[in-house]
């Protein structure tokens, strides 16, 4: 948890943004999904990737979670190259940032508790009690609490994302990356989710990059979105989702940005 | 990240009856924090006030201290105040507090009657279960045989290579070294009467009448029973068998059905080729260590066995080859919606396997004794 942007406190000496992609280039084999793909993401920033199905919007967050290799370019987190790191490096790197993923992939034989609690046994000093403490705290945040002695199974969708989120918040990291998040979820979980994220960065000022292409999250969340083509293998646009749809030369985004539900 | 935090700290200052405790430096759940019962010492103040002071980055570390203060606080009856704190550690800090009163215990064990209540009616349970499924494959077999170009001819070709041709290897191997470890424990006791000649006999007819059908049938359940369960298990994780089910296509006629005749058809000439690797592993002990010609060995042999003993084998291993694709696929079928619910099915089908063809076995020994097979 970042307190820095809440309550003044000292950001350490760097002005780094909290995430730097450089020219960064995505291959499966011989196939280039993605490339040339630049851009930066301040801290506390709530930031979109957007784009039509297959145009590589799950390719990129793969390459900047450290889940497949780019083949040219950089990811750099506060300043920090992910992508050249060393194993040491990477795994501190990797404790900057959590994830949600899309089916919030909780360990189906761990309790909600347990699972919330690994990573806080695997990378604190703190005892078990404590550990629960934090865990308590973490799924109240999200609106659980209480649910700690639940399988995954036994949760519904919505709640099995709260928990997923409850767990990536685990190690409060700097960065949160949500894939899809309102993906099989109603309307109303769907708009509680995203109340949800608004209330998270709210409180712990976490800079957070969101992959979708719910029109409705968009508006409500993103401060600023870059938009992926699929025939473009790359950025066609960067930007606010308002300023895009009014005024932007490309008339794909503005075709993407300007379908029913924008007022939603 | 690279910068060096300062330490977290905690100082307490035991002012009159006022322990006035300044917390500061950098908090962060991965590094070391200060323990409230080190900081507070032996020292009863009447209350402790809680002051920030140089803090830099804090996460859920100085909230969890800060609640660990507020109750032991409550607990000592001592009062506490974090006016002078930050505000969003203090709303954090009550957030926790009132999640710590919301926990819900949720009880997944249960009582020593419970769990024995349980297993009897889960057996009775799983044994209607397999009766059913039994009695669908039944009745999805008669509608193949009536419409039989309804059948998945080609899922049924490609199972027979995956469960029959692919095990020739692991089958072989097996009969073989059981062919000559019979040969081997067969002659430990002839040779006392001078009947070295009758080894033939004896891994001859165990070959025909129990070995071979029993070692492949073994074989396959680990291989193939374990293959069954594990596909379906995971197709039905992954909702493939509903949308199956909700296309009007039973899960038995598409995806039982053809797995079972293949391992059916296949389980027979796995037996019958077992049965000839273990008599030339027979053969090997023979002609090596005991010195009989491998023409002897085949001449004795053939004074023992008949068509009886070997289509006992065969009709055994036809029913082996049943149970096995019954047992793998209902485990499949049955199979929870979970990662480790696919590994249950897949362990389930593999002891259930075995346990069925152990138990066919012992039937047939006493229904062969009475027919006088």
Redesign the interface.
């Known amino acids: ?4 942007s ?2 003044g ?6 002005v780094a943004p909290a995430i730097a992609v450089d020219n960064l280039e995505c291959r499966y084999g011989d196939v280039t999904v993605l490339r040339g793909v630049t851009f930066t993401v301040p801290e506390g920033e709530l930031f979109f990737v957007i784009g039509g199905s297959g145009c590589g919007k799950t390719t990129l967050l793969r390459h900047l979670i450290g889940l497949a290799r780019p083949a040219r370019g950089a990811v750099r ?4 190259d992910f992508t050249a790191a060393g194993r040491g490096e990477r795994r ?2 990797l ?2 940032f959590g994830v949600l993923y899309q089916s919030a992939a909780l360990w ?2 761990m309790t909600v508790a347990e699972n919330v609690a690994l990573p ?1 046994e695997q ?4 005892s078990r009690r ?1 550990r629960q ?2 865990v ?6 999200v609106g659980l ?9 036994e949760l519904s969708g919505g709640m099995r994302k709260r928990a997923g989120l409850a767990r990536a918040l685990a ?2 990291p700097r960065i949160v990356f949500f894939d899809e998040p309102s993906a099989g979820l109603d309307p109303v979980t769907s708009r509680q989710l995203d109340e949800l994220i608004l209330q998270i960065r709210g ?1 712990l000022g976490t800079t957070m990059v969101i992959v979708s292409h719910e029109l409705a999250s968009i508006y409500a969340l993103a401060d600023r979105v870059i938009m992926l083509d699929r025939e473009a293998h790359g950025v066609v646009a960067e930007g606010r989702p308002r300023d895009l749809a009014a005024a932007s030369p490309d008339p794909r985004v503005r075709d993407f940005l300007s379908r029913d539900g924008r007022e939603a | 990240m690279s910068e060096v935090p300062t330490p977290a700290r905690a100082e307490a200052v035991l002012e009159g009856d006022c322990l006035t405790v300044t917390l500061g430096g950098a908090w962060h759940l991965t590094r070391a924090q200060p323990a409230w019962a080190r900081v507070r010492g032996e020292r009863r103040p009447r209350t402790v006030r809680l002051r920030a002071a140089d803090l830099e980055r804090w996460d859920s570390s100085l909230v969890r201290f800060v609640h660990e203060v507020e109750r032991w606080c409550r607990e000592a009856g001592v009062a506490c105040a974090t006016e002078a704190l930050p505000d969003p550690v203090r709303r954090l800090a009550a957030q926790l507090a009132a999640a710590r009163q919301a926990h819900v215990a949720v009880d997944h064990g249960g009582n020593v009657l419970t769990a024995i209540g349980l297993a009897a009616t889960g057996v009775w349970r799983q044994t209607r279960e397999f009766a059913d499924f039994v009695g669908e494959c039944t009745l999805s077999a008669a509608g193949a045989i009536r419409r039989p170009r309804r059948f998945r001819w080609r899922d049924c070709l490609a199972e027979m290579q995956q469960c029959g041709a692919m095990a020739v290897p692991i089958v072989g191997l097996t009969s073989f070294l059981v062919g000559l470890t019979l040969a081997y424990t067969g002659a430990i006791i002839l040779r006392q009467f001078g009947g070295d000649i009758w080894v033939a006999d004896i891994v001859g007819l165990s070959m025909f009448r129990e070995m071979g059908a029993v070692m492949t049938g073994i074989v396959l359940a680990g291989r193939t029973g374990a293959a069954f369960a594990a596909e379906l298990g995971n197709m039905k994780t992954g909702e493939e068998i509903d949308a199956l089910e909700t296309l009007g296509i039973p899960a038995v006629d598409f995806l039982v059905l053809p797995r079972l005749l293949a391992l059916t058809l296949m389980m027979p000439l796995l037996a019958v080729y077992a049965n000839c690797l273990g008599i030339l592993g027979g053969m090997l002990v023979a002609s090596t260590v005991l010195d009989i010609p491998a023409s002897a060995y085949w001449v004795e042999m053939q004074t023992i066995i008949g068509l009886s003993d070997i289509s006992a084998g065969v009709i055994k291993s036809l029913t082996f080859g049943v149970l096995v694709a019954v047992a793998g696929c209902l485990r499949g079928l049955q199979c929870e919606r979970s990662a480790a619910g696919v590994g249950r099915a897949a362990t389930s089908a593999v002891v259930t396997g075995i346990l069925l063809i152990i138990v066919a076995d012992a039937v047939f020994a006493v229904l062969f004794h009475v027919l006088g097979i």
Do not use: N, V, W
């Open positions: 948890m970042s307190a820095s809440i309550e406190g000292r950001p350490p000496g760097s987190y506060f300043g920090e501190r790197l404790r900057t189906s034989s806080l990378y604190t000093p703190l404590e403490e934090i308590a705290l973490k799924l109240a945040q609490a209480g649910c700690e002695d639940y399988f995954p199974a190690l409060d409180a």
